[in-house]
Structures are given as C-alpha cells and as structure tokens.
C-alpha cells in the first residue's frame, strides 16, 4: 500500500516563534572540512555552506545540495520551495543545506589554484566532502548537533555535474544517503562528446538548423581550403581577423550553439539563440532551402556587428577567443574564485566532455576542425606544469569507478530534459536503455538543462509538473520505510576542530538570479544559474 503524501500547511511547521528566529537565506556559515581525506592530519579548511531549518520537524531529513562548479553565494534560493529541494523539505518537515564545492568561490583547501594545490581537488575528494560533513556538521538551528546519518536520514540532490554526484556518492558510500535527487545528471563521462549538439539539432528550428549546417559546411570548405586570403576573408566577415588560428575562429562560432544551454520554459521568445536563428534566416521566406552563399552572410553580419561586442566586450578578437598565447592571464591566474580553472582540472584529468564536431557522416553544427585535441591541447596552456602533451582524460577509470550508465543506486530519482545539451551523457541517454525501477525511476521529461529543480518550470511544462509530482511521491514512500541505522554507526569528529557558525563576511560579486557571463574561452558550458 503506497504511504499517502501529506497536505503541509503552515500549522505544521514550525511554531511562528521559532520561525521569527530563523536567520536570512544569505545568511553563510563555515564547516571545517578535511584538506585531504587520504591524510587527515594535513587539517581542515572552510568550506562555506548556507542553511535554512524553516520546515524542519524533529526526526526530520537533512537535503544536502551543492551548485557544482560556481562560486554558491547567490545559490540561497535552492534552500526555499521554489526548488524541489524546498519542494520537499515542505513535504516531509526537512532542513535544506546547500554547500559550496572545494575550489570554487571561497572555498579552497590550498591559497591558489595551482596544479600542486589541486592534488586534492579529485571526484572522489568531493564525495568525501559531502560524507565527512553529513557526519560531522554542527547545524545551526536546534538540534543541530544531533542531526548526522545516524539519527536522520539525508537527501544528496544536484544538477548537471552535482547531479552526477548525487549517485557516485551514493554508490561509493552506501549508507550515508538515504536518498538521492539527480537532475540531468552526467553521470558518464565522454572524451569525445560530440553529441553535445544532438538534441539542439533535434529540436531547434529545423529551417535554422538547416541554415546553420549549410553555412559551416562552407566555413569548413574555406578553412581546409589553404587558401590565405579566402580564410582571412572569412575572418574578417565575423569580425574575427585577428584570430591567427583558424581552429579559434571555428571555436569561436560554438558560442552562438553555447547559447541553448541559456534556454529554460521561462525563456520567452525573446532569447539569444533566437536572435542568431532569425538572423541566419535573414532574407529568408518561409519554408525556402538552405542556402549556405545567404546562410553564411547573413550569420557573419550578426556575428560581427551585434555578437561579438556582447561576446567579447570590446576586447580584441586575439585576446578574446584566441587560445594559442600561454602568456595570457587567462591561462596564468591561479588567484581564488576562478571557477573555469577548476573546471578545467576535473575536465582534463577525470571528465572529458569535449564539445567537438559530429562523425564524418552524420550532420554537424560545429565545424569539422573541432575535434577533442583542439581543447585537450588547453590543458597543457592552463596547466604547464601538469601536462607536456594533450592529455587525455581518465574516462575509462572515471566510469569503471562510478559505474557510468550501468550506476544502479536505490532509492536514486533521475530526471532528465529531452532538449538539453547534456542528455547524451544522463541515465537518459540515446541508445542506452536504462530500466527505471520504483527503486531508482528515471524520468525523461521535455525541459532542458537542469529545468526540473525549479518549480516556476512545473508550472510552465506539463511534463516537469509530472516529474515533481512522482519525486515527491517516491521520497515520501522511501522516508516512510525509514529507520535510524544501528548505533554502531559513529561520528568521526575527533579530527577536525569545532565548527563555528554565524553570518560570514564574505561578499562575492556572484548573482544567481541573473544569468552567467557568456562562454568565450572556456572549453565547456555548464550553465546551472537560479
């Protein structure tokens, strides 16, 4: 008989007194978090988290979230129910805690982000995190100190890269999560990932699509062509002639594709990528051919006098988009809140995910000289000491390690977007028929990166409201079944020093509710936002 989900309404929550007590979402504490989980004795650093007990009922579960690969302040709002993390603490009378990831924003075991420093910034140092605080924290609020794995079940949730978290943890350190929530979780990774661009293929405007493979097959024709003043020509168009390589300049032209990952149900009509659709179309009629002489014209115009400026700021095109001068501080900044950088460790060590042209027979939206060297050859300019020739990312042990597409974790919800960019890489993926179970479902619903953690999408899309409804019931049904682990399941607090909480100072210039900065150099584009 399945647990019926229960009606919250103000009068079962907190008291009103209690909850006048409870501090602003922005409000930042700090966790002594381990250096290094193979050698404790290296000490702790501040990891900062942000905390809210607002629906907490005694015995209730802890949601643990991470934004992943950004700097989190401005991520308050994934404590509130405008998120399902706020979904269902609502539901089930839980805490919300959203944690920053070791060596984005302020939280960093080392002063720099340097390859030395960056030993311990690993998957699987992460997934400890999250361990090590789930066992160890003291959560502001009351009780706040007896509220570990223990005593209370807790919920690991994330998007994107936090979403595969979500189950390698899970898989790799049974017991300590109870449940989890992945949404568009990658969690196998690709070297080649050339189906990056499958799904925007699919499901953009096929006029536009058509457009856009008939002008790059031309770029392509110029760019093999060895003819210097035909490809200085073609630079020139976009406003590109200063980019020497002419790898950059089709690097460059993944931008306007980039822009997709941006769309959400909320979106509107009126976005970036239906900017460059309907100026690609420019000139057009209604249903007429693709014509690569019109296509390509009309998208070097809308590149050069409208993009590029937005793109790059003003700066040159060279020290922009180019990315063959090592003395760039693009490449040599290793201060702090830098999250590209340590973006790009994990993504040359452990991920791949090189966003590159499709196999020579199969329609492509990028140019046919992206292939994964192209950003491989990155890793050795933003990591010289690292890496003397491209290296190629451990994506084999990477998925023999968590599994990949085979990961089977109970009481695991996965939901995925059917036009999101990153699909290909989820439990959802083309051709991998994964079986969704009542004890890990897997839901494809019709959103697009990540659209199913914000609730103003289920109200937007039938199919995300659907996946709400079944994430709600199935935690409800899984903490029904709920019972505390046996007490031989001990905190290991001896090592670090006591937590201290309280309003921090910090004051980051990073605001979640607006949307990133646009991707130049960057060789991914992981785009979460609130």
Partial sequence: ??????????????????????????TVYYFNQ????????????????????????PGGPIILNTPGEVNAAGYEGYLTNRTVNGLIAQQEGAAVVVLEHRFYGYSNPYPDLSSNSFRVHTIDQAIHDFVYFAENVVLPMPGGDAVTPATNPWILTGGSYPGALAGWTMLRKPGVFFAGYSSSGVVHAIENYWRYFSPILTH???ACAADVQAAITLIDKTLLSKNNTAIANLKDSFGLGELA?????????RNNLWDWQRLQPSSGSNTQFSEFCDSVRWGAVPNAPADGVRALAAWAAYFKDVY?????????????????DPTQPYWTDTSTDNAWRSWFWIVCNELGFYQSAAPQNMATLVSRLLKPVYDERQC???????????????????????????????????????RDPWKDATLSAEGVKVQSTPSQPIILNN?????????????LDSS???????????????LSAYVPPEAAYRRQSAIAPPNSFGPGSDNPECDADMPPERVTKPINAWIKGF
């Fill in 245 to 253: 390589h002419s790898g950059d300049f089709a690097g460059a032209l």
């Fill in 1 to 26: 008989m399945k647990a019926s989900v229960p009606k919250v309404s103000a009068d079962n929550l907190q008291p009103s007194n209690l909850r006048q007590q409870i501090p602003p979402y922005d």
């Fill in 308 to 324: 590029l400026l937005n793109l790059c700021g003003g700066i040159d095109a060279e020290s922009c988009l180019g990315t063959y």
């Fill in 380 to 418: 050795i300019l933003m990591f010289p000491d690292a890496f003397k020739t491209p290296p190629k990312p451990r994506i084999s042990s990477t998925n023999n390690r968590y599994q990949g597409w085979k990961i089977k974790v109970n009481r695991l919800f996965s939901t995925n977007g059917a």
């Fill in 204 to 206: 953009m405007p096929s």
């Fill in 447 to 459: 959103g697009f990166h990540c659209s199913d953690m914000q609730t103003v999408h289920g109200a």
């Fill in 34 to 57: 381990l250096i290094d989980h193979n050698q404790p004795s290296l000490g702790t650093f501040r990891q900062r988290y942000w905390h809210t007990w607002e629906f907490y009922r």
């Fill in 464 to 478: 995300i409201a659907a996946v709400h409804r079944q994430a709600l019931t199935s935690m409800h049904e899984w």
